[in-house]
């Protein structure tokens, strides 16, 4: 840990543990939405699924905040219905928005459609009144280094990683996952005011240590186009 050489400009939040990590996310994460809230009407948190940011959660479901101007949504989704265990929504539903948050928006990126393709019409339209730049963004990395659903191997990468994309969401379908999956584009999460890249283990660390190696590669390590001023990492082991 001590030999990983962050980006300058990127900041290291590591902890000891993943509750004392999820607690300290939670914490700033709290802080930055309570700032906002007093600037605009709303405010939005895109956050990740998987099993890393659980404790996370539960610690942000019971901040006092005033949830009811805050939009909640996923930086990707696997097209799945919502009572699948493989769907993020679930996830969100059953451990986010609890507590205090159950008040908040929930804006779903599993729409209908058969494919995300098909989706993608209503996707959009579920995210037409979302305030632009995003506010809060909580990614995680895989150890291929795609995040969000920003995979290596997803056709789509390159429209959906171009500066010029004018689509907040596309479809993803990388060959390495068995599901089809929708993710938010690079351009909405690059300007988001806040982001996090929330980590959990020593491989994670491994993939980091890969990533910043060779920070031209962006393609075939997504996570690179995140590694710059501002971004703080949260890792735990």
Known sequence: ????????????????????????????????????????????????????????????????????????????ERWVDEDDPASNARLVRGN????????????????????????????????????????????????????????PDAPELAHAMSPECQDIVSAATPASQPQKRITLTWPPLRDARFTALHLKGEDKLDTLEKAISDMDRVMEMPVRAFLKPGLQVFWSP
């Open 1 to 76: 840990m001590s030999d990983l050489r962050l980006p300058e400009g990127v900041q290291a939040r590591f902890g000891e543990t993943p509750d004392e990590v999820a607690l300290n996310l939670a914490d700033a994460v709290a802080e930055f939405l309570a700032v906002r809230l007093k600037q605009a009407p709303r405010a939005s948190l895109v956050v990740s699924g998987g099993s890393t940011p659980l404790p996370f959660f539960k610690a942000l479901s019971d901040k006092n905040l005033d949830w009811s101007r805050v939009d909640v949504l996923l930086a990707d």
């Open 96 to 151: 986010l928005l609890q507590n205090h948050a159950a008040s908040a928006r929930f804006l779903s990126l599993k729409q209908p459609g058969a494919t995300p393709a098909e989706g993608l019409g209503a996707v959009k339209a579920e995210l037409a009144d979302l305030a632009l730049p995003l506010d809060v963004l909580v990614l995680g990395m895989g150890n291929d280094g795609h995040t969000a659903s920003l995979f």
